[in-house]
């Protein structure tokens, strides 16, 4: 039995700024028969095309990108404070080199759409609409290039309807 409730994406109470900004998140999509995640601290949430949307950023050159360019489906997970030291690690150690989930003791769910995590509080399942990378030439400000892409590694944006809500 599941420990999950499925909800309306309106019915999620949390504040998007804390979850995304400051809770942060963690991005899995599949890999093969297993998965790797990253964590996330950048996105947000919406309406676009009349659906609502995660707008999800990844660098080329993590590890989890080119699963996130492999599948049509990806969760957004979201952590209470005891989970601050799995996301860190998440966040700094590559899939390439670590398997995550063992290193973290995390316990992936695989929903028939892409994985998640037994330990989240709330799971956002999304599918893929549009990506587009950015660049420079489309950054107006630039004290954002100068002070996020001084190695000129811009992200790749996702926008991807949120499919299915999860909380505990």
């Not at 994406?9 to 599949?30: C, H, M, Q, R, Y």
């Not at 989970?83 to 028939?112: I, N, Q």
Request: with cysteine; proline share 4%.
């Amino acid at each position: 039995m599941s420990i999950f409730k499925e909800i309306k994406p309106s019915e999620i109470v949390n504040n998007p700024f804390d979850l995304i900004g400051k809770d942060w998140a963690l991005v899995t999509a599949k890999n093969g028969e297993g998965c790797n995640t990253m964590t996330a601290s950048w996105g947000g949430v919406g309406i676009m095309w009349n659906k609502p949307v995660a707008f999800t950023f990844i660098r080329p050159q993590r590890y989890t990108f080119g699963l996130m360019e492999n599948e049509d489906y990806y969760t957004l997970s979201f952590f209470d404070e005891e989970y601050r030291d799995a996301l860190k690690f998440c966040g700094t150690k590559s899939g390439r080199d670590y398997d995550k989930v063992k290193e973290t003791g995390l316990t992936p769910v695989y929903d028939e759409s892409a994985p998640y995590f037994e330990e989240a509080k709330l799971v956002l399942v999304c599918k893929k609409l549009y990506a587009q990378n950015l660049n420079r030439e489309s950054i107006i400000d630039e004290a954002t290039v100068s002070s996020s892409y001084t190695a000129d590694d811009f992200h790749k944006m996702y926008i991807s309807e949120i499919v299915k809500v999860l909380v505990k």
